[in-house]
């Protein structure tokens, strides 16, 4: 199984619910954690993985034999994100607007096109005391695309390895958390009731919509806003897994790097039902869709 922790609004909680959800089951199942907040990874500093493995993230960009070039311009019209450039006599490339895609390198009707690596971060792999296995992409400063990064760390980390894949995306609504949660079996969303936490998760349930990929809310912070959150939810018929109330405690732990679960124990149990919940949805949505 896949569940994926995504927010759309920056600060709600998503990766104190991914790890906390981690912890929690990590004593009864094998579980992946990907972290895909590339542009600022920490779950890392929750779960303390042992990191014993880096590897490059790396796009493959082009590069123009002008020996062979015969500037037709068929690689310019065909890049959708204008990295290639025909400017006089040359082609230029514009290596960070490059998706590494391919697409001009196949359509080049002279093979004046190759391809070489570029870094643009790092992907990282490690295991914590408690058996996770984690895995983390960190974005280099200055690179403008977090999504290829993504697709490499999920792609090295096969669903089948383990009985559970964590992945806790990034904030916002952006391509890369598309490239997070479109192959979720579930979709937490973690929100607070205020304004702005309503806004944010109305852009990702739009997502969500568009992929049919079941979700439930948790809502954190509970108790500093008003009941439009809890009423817009019910009126969407979109389940609400889980409440956790605002406490200074809470804040002051999670400042100092303690798991959700090493401040209030309690939390372990509501974490390990969460989880018996979303299989139930899982099972249920399987079921209805046979009959």
Not at 42 to 47: E, K, M, P, S
Not at 83 to 89: C, Q
Not at 266 to 276: A, E, N, P, R
């Amino acid at each position: 199984m896949k569940i994926a922790v995504a927010s759309g609004k920056g600060g709600t909680g998503k990766t104190m619910v991914a790890t906390s959800l981690a912890s929690s089951l990590a004593p009864e199942l094998s579980i992946q954690f990907l972290d895909c907040d590339v542009e600022a990874p920490n779950a890392h500093l929750f779960l303390h993985p042992d990191i014993d493995q880096e590897f490059p993230a790396v796009i493959r960009i082009p590069r123009i034999n002008e020996n062979f070039c015969s500037l037709c311009g068929k690689c310019t019209q065909v890049c959708e994100y204008n990295a290639l450039a025909k400017l006089g006599e040359s082609i230029l490339v514009f290596p960070q607007l490059c998706h590494g895609c391919g697409s001009c390198t196949r359509q080049c009707p002279e093979k004046a096109i190759t391809e070489i690596p570029r870094q643009i971060g790092t992907i990282s792999k490690g295991t914590t005391a408690s058996g996770i296995i984690h895995g983390m992409g960190e974005l280099s400063i200055s690179e403008p695309m977090p999504t290829p990064i993504i697709h490499q760390l999920k792609a090295m980390f096969r669903e089948g390895d383990a009985d559970l894949t964590i992945i806790d995306s990034p904030p916002g609504a952006s391509c890369a958390v598309v490239a997070s949660v479109h192959d979720a079996d579930f979709v937490i969303l973690v929100t607070e009731p205020t304004p702005f936490g309503m806004h944010d998760l109305k852009q990702m349930l739009g997502i969500i919509s568009q992929t049919g990929t079941p979700a439930g809310v948790i809502i954190n912070r509970e108790g500093i806003g008003d009941n439009q959150m809890d009423d817009y939810l019910s009126e969407q018929d979109i389940p609400v897994m889980l409440k956790i109330p605002y406490r200074s405690e809470i804040a002051a732990g999670l400042a100092a790097g303690r798991l959700l679960t090493d401040i209030f124990p309690g939390y372990q149990k509501q974490f390990s039902d969460l989880y018996h919940a979303i299989k139930r949805l899982i099972q249920q949505r399987e079921l209805g869709g046979l009959t």
